[in-house]
């Protein structure tokens, strides 16, 4: 899991529009800085995060951006979308249009989305080798009982992909809510798994995606940035 990366050279020689020759002379005259300090040289791997300076001017500073957005029901988990407000149409960060979404949310679920524009984070938090937990709470048409903690931590089966889910941890919270813990991310995985006991699911909301969880104080619909803990909270799976 790390991020795409290109020599110096390369990158100063496309942006100037000079040869690999020029650069290194710009090199032995110590004109080029790389995240504040001299060059090492022109086979440096630099990434889009690196800072980038040329005879002190700023040649590139791209900034890595971290969001946690409390996604309404009815609103896509999408970039565009030709039917429906897409996640992306939520933001209001002059930056949104970079960023990709980390975990996709069905249109009729509500909760927690987290979106960036760093391919390494997200990779963590995707990467099935991860195991990340998320964390649902969910309203079912009929009554729950104990039969229904046992069937997830065993595992249901999904006939059409020949496959039974992973130990999911299910807590019944009253009648009919309940609260579900899981590491995999199956297609619809938790409605087929209730679907399994014959009970729909009437309303499903994400409330956390591994040690971050979705800000109570954030209203539907709203958005911010994550916190340096939480982005390092991801960023140890690095």
Known sequence: ?????????????KYCKISKGDVRLMLAQKRVK??????????????????IELDNKTIQDNQAHYVMLHKPVGVVCATKDDKHKTVIDLLPFDFKHELHIVGRLDLNTSGLVLLTN??????????????????????????LN???????????????EDITTLPAKLSITSENTAEVK??????????????????????????????????????????????????NSVEKLI
Do not use: C
């Open 34 to 51: 790389v995240d504040g300090e001299l060059a090492l040289g022109v086979d440096q791997r630099i990434n889009k995060f690196t800072s």
């Open 118 to 143: 760093d391919s390494r984070w997200s990779e963590a938090i995707t990467q099935p080798v991860q195991k990340i937990e998320k964390t649902y709470q969910v309203t079912l048409q009929n009554p």
């Open 1 to 13: 899991m790390t991020l795409a990366t290109q020599r110096l050279d390369n990158f100063i020689a």
């Open 182 to 231: 899981l590491v995999e991310g199956k297609y619809h995985q938790i409605k087929r798994m209730f679907g399994h006991f014959r009970n729909p699911v009437m309303a499903l909301h994400r409330s956390q995606v591994g040690d971050i969880t979705l800000d109570a104080n954030l209203s539907v619909g709203d958005s911010r940035i994550l916190s340096q803990q939480e982005i």
């Open 146 to 160: 104990e039969s229904y903690v046992e069937g997830f931590w065993r595992g249901i089966y999904f006939s059409y």
